[in-house]
Structure formats: C-alpha cells, structure tokens
C-alpha cells in the first residue's frame, strides 16, 4: 500500500480527539510530500539535524514535532520553529528550552517524558521527579515554555498485559497531575502522547490521544 493509502486507513480507525503525529525519521522529503498533500501537517522526527533540514525544504505550515532524545546543547537550532518537543526527561533540559524560546521571543509547548517500561534503554522521568518539578517554583518562573501533557514508550514485547498495564500506569499519572498541579501558563495539560505503530489501539484504549506512527505509514525504516 501507499503511504496515502496507509494514511487513510489509520485515520479512519483513530477516534476523533486522537492526534496523530506521522513519524517520518529516515525517510525523504517526497514521502513526506505525498503525506502532506493528502492533508497531514504533524510530522515527528528523533533527530535534530535531520528535522532542521526536513523544517528548511518543506512548507512552512508543516508542525515538526521532536520525539525524540534531545541534548541541551542541540536545542537552539530547533527553538525557532518546532512545534512540540515531547522527549522532555530533565529539569535541566526545560529550563534550556525555555531559554532558548526566550531568545527567539517564543513560548515552546513540552510534554514531560515518564520513563514507563520496564527495559532500562528508553530515557524519562519517574513519577516523584516529574511531581518534584511540577510543583518547584523554579518551574513556576519559566516563562516561555509550556507542558501539554506527558508523553510514555511502552516495553517493546508482546505480552499485551505488560504494555497495557504501563499505559495505564501514565494515564492514570496524567490525571493526577491534571487534578493536582493548576493550570496556569507554565502547564496547561491536554496531551497524552502514547502509542506507535504496533500498540496504538491499545495506547488508545488506555486514553492516549496523540499516536506517533512512523512505520504503518511510510514502511518499515532501513537505517
Ligand atoms: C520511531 C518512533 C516512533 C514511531 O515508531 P513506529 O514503530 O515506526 O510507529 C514513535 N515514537 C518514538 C519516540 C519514536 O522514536
């Protein structure tokens, strides 16, 4: 099948409040071309380098979300354009992107990643450092960032029981922090980002409304 075709069919399949993010990592700007002329404007990319070059040859009204890990030193070259940075899994991390919206006289929306598998290869934070700096008032301060929501990767394994109970598990941290923390300019939760192309039904089913799907749309990747 097309990209388009893919595309068509995992649209018909997502609820309405769910967002998807087609995840275009490694793959060329004319498959992105065919996704975006069949009206996709969410892309998602884990590198820096790969999404400023994708962001400079492609239209302007593409929002280029970051998915993946993001070093401090590398936040300046996408501060000026990128439209959601979901990997945040440090304090440090936040106060360099809230710096560098300042320099570009923007406020940059995050989702605060929670490390929920059980393999110790994916980056987050646990539950009592995302509270501790949720309720800092040095996070108070920032100014020109804003967090939208948590954002989770689930084990990579078949044991449907296993994934699930770790979506659950974020979930259920996102409606607390949702009633705990108040909304204010700093946080203004209305994002959960989980699920990829091999769990998202599940991800969704577990109250997820933002799916990062790279493969199910532009075929498997050959790095
Ligand atoms: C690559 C990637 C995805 C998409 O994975 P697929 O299995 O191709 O759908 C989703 N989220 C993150 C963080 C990724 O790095």
Same mark, same amino acid.
């Given at each position: 099948m097309s990209v388009v075709e893919n595309l068509i069919k995992i649209k018909q399949e997502l609820p309405q409040d769910v967002t998807l993010v087609a995840v275009s990592k490694t793959k060329p700007n004319e498959l992105i071309l065919e996704a975006y002329q069949s009206g996709q404007r969410i892309f998602g990319e884990n590198k820096i380098q790969e999404m400023s070059q994708k962001y400079q040859d492609l239209p302007k009204d593409i929002q280029w979300h970051m998915i993946g890990h993001v070093q401090r030193n590398k936040v300046k070259y996408i501060a000026n354009y990128v439209s959601l940075i979901h990997g945040v899994d440090s304090f440090r991390l936040l106060k360099e992107i809230n710096k560098q919206a300042k320099a570009n006289n923007r406020v940059i929306s995050c989702l605060l990643q929670v490390f929920i598998a059980r393999e110790d290869t994916k980056f987050g934070l646990d539950k009592q450092e995302l509270l501790d700096i949720l309720n800092s008032q040095e996070f108070k301060d920032? !100014?020109? *960032?804003? *967090? !939208?929501g948590l954002m989770g990767m689930a084990s990579f394994t078949s044991d449907t029981n296993q994934v699930k109970k770790e979506f659950e598990f974020l979930k259920n941290l996102y409606d607390q922090v949702k009633s705990q923390i108040p909304t204010s300019d700093t946080i203004n939760l209305d994002t959960l980002s989980m699920g990829m192309s091999n769990d998202y039904h599940l991800a969704i089913e577990c109250g997820s409304n933002m799916v990062r799907i790279g493969s199910s749309i532009f075929g498997n990747r050959n790095y």
């Open positions: 920032l !100014k020109n *960032i804003q *967090i !939208k």
